[in-house]
């Protein structure tokens, strides 16, 4: 019965989040409602547990966010999304179209861009590409979604996403854990997906099926001003890459550096450099990818006030991210203090497929992403309540930690992407599509995200290569 109360308080907040309420709000009705049921205080549930591991995250993470949220508006505003992506497809064309498209995508979320600001962007290009290219628009949704939302965000070694910088805390890694698995998976994931949408694109024309008659959202192809030259706009992000992997790989930070903070008794201290030095790397990547940003593109920017605006609207926009994952990681923690919850646990970790904790740890990412409708919300919640226990297992068995990184980065881009998801309704409300046209294009694309991260355990099982 307390176990049948957890689950039933986590489909009433999926419900809730498809439903489109915010989860800032419903997160702690849903987890104090459980805690209530199975005998655990309610307000001190909320206040000391819920809030209290709520402000641990943000502590953690909203930096990124909003140097995350910034960059992205700055390269809207000034064009330079818009230049990489058109220049890729004009030049790639109507025979490419669908691979023009992904590798737009896929580009732009690599350097750090927010897969949202990459869907505004791509999206008036790519439908009118589709147009001349006679392809179904409803097939564009599933392409985009495919280069945004898939091997760039979380497989590729050294993406800036917070998807891969998340196990970072708890496994004590950086983004470019695993390369090699890495790699490997997101080029699986890139090639079944693009094999599928060819076939799908085939089955169409064969048909007779074109591009359709469509009025929602139908962008206008042409441009008042000219784009910036793909080069230009390109190079934030690759100093953005580059500065990242420089200060988390090979520069080595003085392991004295947080001594004089020791003494000061500060909450939520992280105690070594070691467990910060991703975050840092990261934060300092996107700064300087922020201003290369400006200085290229300010001519671009709107006259009376538009960097102003582009800054301002990229750090207030980056709240409403943070204050989501938040509360969902704060509903995680109150639901792991419940008496139900260490059958659930108990269940998860009983999972020993292949002698490691690799697959209890791909079913319950997976899992909790896919009920949150959040990959970072779910792994978050995983990780907060697993990580520990499978790090645990992993050292007596020898696994790398970096494995581990993986497989959850991975694992939390797999069923993430269901119909309430929230970047999923976005793709589709920007395209003008519904649920019933595209969706099963994108649904496809999450079975092989998902189908892609245990290739990656069987790649390490069978040759111990990561």
Known sequence: MEVLGIILSLFGLMYM???????????????????????????????ELFMAKSVGYIKTFFPVFMLGAVLSKVMEDTLLAKG????????????????????????????????FVVVFAVYPF????????????????????L??????????????????????NFYGT??????????????????????????????????????????????????????????IGILPLVAVLVINYLLSRVYTGDPQLMDAFAGLKLPLFAGTVKKVISI??????????IVMAVILGFKNLPQGGGLQKALNAGAIGSLLAIMNTA?????????????GFKAIASSLLAIKIGGT??????????????????????????????????????????????ILHRVASMASGGCDTLPHNGAVITLLAVCGLTHKLSYPDIGMITIIKTIGVMVIILLYNLTGIY
Request: neutral net charge; proline residues 6%.
């Open 17 to 47: 989040a498809y439903l489109g309420f915010s989860v800032i709000l419903f997160a702690p009705v849903f987890a104090l409602l459980a805690a209530a049921l199975q005998g655990l205080p309610v307000m001190p549930g909320y206040t």
């Open 147 to 168: 280069g945004a939302f898939t091997f760039t965000i979380d497989a590729f070694p050294g993406s800036p996403q917070i998807q891969n910088l998340i196990p970072t």
């Open 327 to 339: 509360s969902e990681v704060g509903y995680g923690n109150v639901i792991a203090a419940l008496p």
């Open 280 to 289: 840092w790397s990261l934060i300092i990547a996107l700064i300087v990818g």
């Open 357 to 402: 904790p690799l697959v209890s740890e791909v079913i319950s990412v997976t899992t909790l992403a896919g009920i949150t409708g959040s990959a970072s919300g779910g792994m978050s919640i995983a990780l907060d309540l697993m990580s520990k226990d499978w790090l645990a297992w992993a050292n007596t068995i020898g696994i790398s930690p970096e």
């Open 84 to 115: 990489t992506s058109s220049f890729i497809m004009e030049k790639l064309g109507m025979k490419r179209a669908m691979l023009a498209v992904v590798l737009s995508c896929a580009i732009l979320t690599y350097g750090g861009v927010s897969l």
């Open 126 to 145: 790519a439908a009118a590409l589709y147009k001349e290219a006679n392809i179904p628009k409803r097939l564009l949704p599933g392409t985009i979604a």
């Open 174 to 231: 950086t983004g470019y854990a695993a390369p090699i698995a890495g790699l490997f998976g997101g080029t699986f994931i890139f090639i079944t997906g693009m094999l599928w949408l060819e076939w799908r694109r085939r089955q169409a024309f064969a048909k007779g099926e074109g591009y359709g008659d469509h009025t929602l959202n139908e962008p206008l192809v042409s441009e008042a001003r000219v784009l910036p030259k793909w080069y």
